[in-house]
């Protein structure tokens, strides 16, 4: 066999699951299934079909891991300092709280079934965390991130993702073999090592680098660097004998504070959901169906109690601190699934020896059910918290009140203009961000304290790492009628409650961004960009009067060439 009939035989196996795959994707959101469920189910159904990748199966392999990677990459990239400020309370309470319950809870259910204790805790620690993929999906379709429940949900959910990555370290230390304590006590301290020297690294070499590739104005750079970090953090981790993907994790954290966050998550997002697939797709595939299918019962009690438990220790938190009932209730099922590092951490050689691999097979397929089933229980507990809050007469209760972590300003350049919507936002304490492209715009911008990132926003791909879908107005202050007029019919279906106002210089301009879709500000030569702050205020629902006497007091200021004072970083 020559060299091309080899290639053309590899990659059958590997066309068909790609298109298996994207069958199956399309098939999971026509159900309103989480498309990892999908993915599982192909895995499972291929399996029962005897469908076999042949040689291929060790390149599958490998994706199926690097799909793994740049899931902790994606994680890293969340575990901003800016947010552990924001969410302190949550993260660093109600979150342990929540983990140490539910890994008590379901740690003794799984020793009552016969599992020893060292296996019972590591697995009771493993289930006690949630899916994020699932949960922030969910939150986002029900417009919740301004809700306490789902400010809440998240904030638990970063903690559940940093303490996944602390039960990898010990699993995988636990797989070395040694004594139990010693290995995860020697993980531990090269982890705490990791990270500081990956603070260093970022603060020293990432930052540099990332502020040259951005002055080349070359996106795809920055492919290459998101993977070059996740890729590289991770092989230096897995070479002083901690997990690889502990390295991508951090290879994120290296990122998450820097101007360049969003359009490395847009870079590496296409990458981490194909190779994601292919690594469900493989747990699916590692099934063993002669338990599941002996023990099918099992797989439907193990799941029922994993919901029930969670739930339970879930309320059990909340009540803790301090929430009312209702709140309780819908957060708990809103939290009762199980989560995707159950099936990373499940998939380890030492985890199955020490649960057992029919367990394990039984365990995986219950947490896939929670996956499916998640939509529904999550409705559950919000219409009991609703009935719940009728009764109390609850309906002003303060866990209803949007209380929103992103501004729901979006501020394109950072010009004349874009100061000055900044300014009047950061007066009436609106939070907002800033996108910028200019280099030098950017360093300055950043240099006098707004909250600015690089990017741009006429990439489509940015708007989720943006957070599109939760502003209101978004502020162009150096619009092209082409790529305006062109994003209009997908931002009018994607988000049709964004205001998108676009600051114009004439009324011939005007007429066209109207016709494409926008809404035009007329901004002369010698407004300053006041006419566009007064615009957006407006459009906030800012008293009329304080925004005559924010842009007096401006104009005052820029009559009698006042300094203006060192800006406030917004939320």
């Known amino acids: 066999m020559n060299e091309t009939e080899h290639l053309l035989t590899a990659l059958l196996p590997i066309i068909l699951l790609l298109s298996f795959g994207v069958v199956a994707a399309i098939g999971s959101r026509a159900l309103s299934l989480s498309p990892i469920v999908g993915y599982i189910l192909l895995g499972l159904l291929l399996r029962m079909a005897g469908f076999t990748l042949g040689p291929s199966m060790q390149t599958v392999s490998v994706l199926a891991q ?13 575990f901003s300092l800016k947010r552990l400020r924001a969410q302190a309370g949550d993260i660093f309470g109600f979150g342990p709280a929540q983990v140490v319950l539910a890994t008590a809870i379901l740690a003794l259910a799984c020793h009552l079934a016969g599992l020893g204790w060292g296996g019972a805790f590591l697995l009771g620690a493993a289930l006690s965390l949630s899916s994020t993929a699932v949960v922030v999906g969910l939150i986002a379709e029900r417009h919740q991130q301004d809700c306490p429940v789902g400010l809440t949900a998240t904030a638990i959910l970063v903690f559940q993702d940093v303490a996944g990555i ?6 995988t230390a636990l797989e070395s073999g040694g004594g139990a304590f010693a290995a995860s006590a020697l993980a531990l301290a090269k982890a705490s090592l990791s990270f500081a020297l990956s603070m260093v690294v970022a603060r020293y070499l990432i930052r540099p680098a990332l502020d040259l590739v951005a002055r080349s104005r070359n996106e795809e750079v920055f492919t290459g660097v998101a993977l070059l970090i996740a890729l590289a953090a991770g092989w230096m981790t897995g070479m002083i004998g901690l997990s690889v993907t502990l390295g991508a994790f951090l290879g994120g954290t290296m990122l998450a504070d820097t101007p360049y966050r969003s359009i490395i998550q847009s870079e590496i997002k296409p990458f981490r959901g194909l190779l994601l697939g292919f690594f469900f797709v493989s747990v699916g595939l590692s099934l063993d169906l002669r338990a599941m299918t002996e023990s099918w019962y099992l797989v439907l009690l ?23 009932v209702p709140g309780s209730l819908q957060l708990g099922f809103l939290l009762a699934q199980g989560s995707e590092f159950a099936f990373v951490i499940l998939g380890l050689p030492g985890v199955r020896a020490a649960v057992g691999a029919e367990r394990s097979s039984i365990v995986v397929a219950a947490v896939a059910l929670t996956l499916a089933v998640t939509p529904n229980v999550a409705w559950a507990g919000r219409r009991l918290a609703g009935v719940l809050r009728a009764r109390r007469m609850l309906r002003a209760d303060p866990e209803l009140q949007p209380q929103s972590l992103i501004g729901p300003v979006m501020i394109l350049g950072m010009g004349e203009v874009g100061r000055a919507v ?26 006098d304290g707004y909250r600015v990132e690089f990017g741009d926003l006429s990439d489509p791909r940015i708007w989720q790492p943006t957070a599109l879908e939760g502003r209101r107005v978004s502020v162009l202050t150096e619009p092209s009628l082409e790529v305006s007029g062109r994003l209009t019919p997908l931002t009018q279906r994607y988000f049709p409650q964004l205001l998108r106002v676009a600051v114009v210089r004439d009324a011939a301009a005007a007429v066209g961004f109207a016709n494409a879709g926008l809404t035009p500000v007329i901004e002369g030569s010698d407004t300053n960009g006041l006419e566009t702050a007064a615009f957006v205020l407006k459009a906030l629902g800012t008293d009329d009067e304080k925004v005559g006497a924010w842009i007096v007091h401006r104009r005052a200021q820029a009559e009698n060439g006042a300094e203006q004072p060192m800006k406030l970083a917004a939320r």
Request: glycine letters at 4%.
């Open 302 to 324: 193990v799941a029922l109690a994993l919901l029930v438990l969670k739930t339970a220790a879930n309320v059990t938190a909340s009540l803790l601190f301090k929430w009312s």
């Open 422 to 447: 900044a300014d009047a936002l950061i007066h009436f304490d609106i939070g907002y961000v800033a996108m910028e492209t200019d280099q030098r715009r950017l360093r300055e911008a950043l240099a």
């Open 66 to 78: 690097l799909g793994v990677v740049f899931l902790l990459f994606d994680i890293g990239l969340h």
């Open 166 to 171: 602390f039960i990898l370290i010990v699993a």
